[in-house]
């Protein structure tokens, strides 16, 4: 009886274990095709995150994103929602969380705020979304950051200016929207390099909020109060600091500024130059926010393994003498401005690369439109290049390099 029982148990363990395989073959089937299909997920949901808006570079890098999702093939695989949140940083906080409940699979943005964002977007993250700040930085190391804020911009206009005017003279900074990476970070850069000068006097300092209208109503106000401004360092929105001087009948002055297409004619323009204007154009490309979304949709599809949070985007620098009218719609390597009339004063060149998004066209900026014919070409393998570590911009428990503002366009000024 014994030995019957015995192999009766053993014949009843194996009937047993038998069955179990039939029951756990199909789940382990299920699970391997499960992760199988989200690997190569064929819909995606991204939204297009902005905080500050209304002025031609934040539409203009808007609408790349745009563009670049109706294009094939992401035309039928990405479902991009916008959300403009304002420089009020609980409100971006706020949109942040309501994306990520709405089981976002990426986010491309342009942060109010390098830290105060930093808690949700480490949420965000650990749910699986990907974040994509584009031109403003955060610190969390979680999110990536594609930026030329890291390139120099503050130092190197600054110290162009510096040149421009022998080292001396009074002058007017014009900044952008308080609290954000981009103004902290450029102004940091240009006084590393005035601080040096004790010749250059300082005698009014606004926020334009990167806009033209803001910058020409505060520019004013600044040159009835300092008519013997000598010169002006102004971020985006330099343009409006270009028409106050002319509004005001004034003296032109040596400028810097980004890269409007009005203040780039300006710099060309012979009439202009003979009563005083000089200057450089650099500054943010809103062709950041197309390298964002590229980037993130090529991470997305598993087509791109991101070895690096903070990417550099090449700094543009076009003195005044490098000026050159563009006959057609687009900026190419031989021209950077486009006809007057063609587009607004305070359409932003910076839009086309060539290498980065072949896919995009003046219409793709003005109007957030896909170019005709046009499909989405792979990113070059090094499109993602490595900024340099900023504590307090990029990231937070890091160290700055020795040669934090060295100058990479211009020389310092030598009044020997």
Known sequence: MKRAFEFNASWLHGRIMAM?????????????????????????????????????????????????AKTPPYDKMVELREVISGTDVQAQISAYESIIAAGADGVVSFPV????????????????????????????????????????????????????????????????????????????????????????????????YWDDRTTQQETAKALAAHPDVEGIWAQAGENGALKALIAANHKLVPMTGENSNGFRLGLA???????????????????????????????????????????????PWIPADKVTVCKGDKVTPECN??????????????????????????????DGVPTPGATIQPLPEDAARAAANEPGINCAKCDAPANLYHLTKTKAFDAQ
């Open 20 to 68: 179990l395989a039939l029951v756990i073959a199909p789940l382990a089937v299920f699970s391997v095709t499960t992760s199988a299909s989200a690997a190569t997920k064929d819909h995606y949901v991204v939204y297009l995150s902005l905080s500050y808006s209304g002025n031609a570079w934040q539409s203009e890098a808007a609408n790349l994103v745009k563009a670049l």
């Open 113 to 208: 705020s390098p830290t105060a964002l930093n808690r949700t977007v480490k949420r965000g993250c650990e749910k699986g979304v990907l974040f994509y700040m584009y031109d403003a930085t955060v610190t969390e190391p979680c999110a990536y950051n594609v930026s030329y804020i890291t390139a120099g911009f503050g130092e190197n206009t600054a110290q162009a200016l510096v040149n421009e005017l022998n080292g001396k003279g009074k002058i007017f900074l014009s900044r952008g929207v308080p609290g954000n990476s981009v103004d902290k970070r450029h102004f940091d850069g240009a006084m590393s390099v005035f601080k040096k000068y004790p010749g250059i006097q300082i005698v009014a300092e606004y926020y334009g």
């Open 269 to 315: 323009n012979p009439d202009y130059q003979a009563k005083g204007l000089r200057g450089i154009s650099s500054g943010s490309p809103p062709a950041a926010a197309g390298l964002a979304f590229k980037l993130l949709m090529e991470q997305l599809q598993g087509k791109r393994e991101m070895k690096v949070h903070n990417i550099e985007y090449a700094l």
């Open 337 to 366: 401005v486009l006809l007057e009339g063609k587009v607004p004063d305070s359409f932003v060149t910076e839009v086309f690369d060539q290498v980065l998004l072949p896919e995009i066209s003046l219409q793709s900026a003005t």
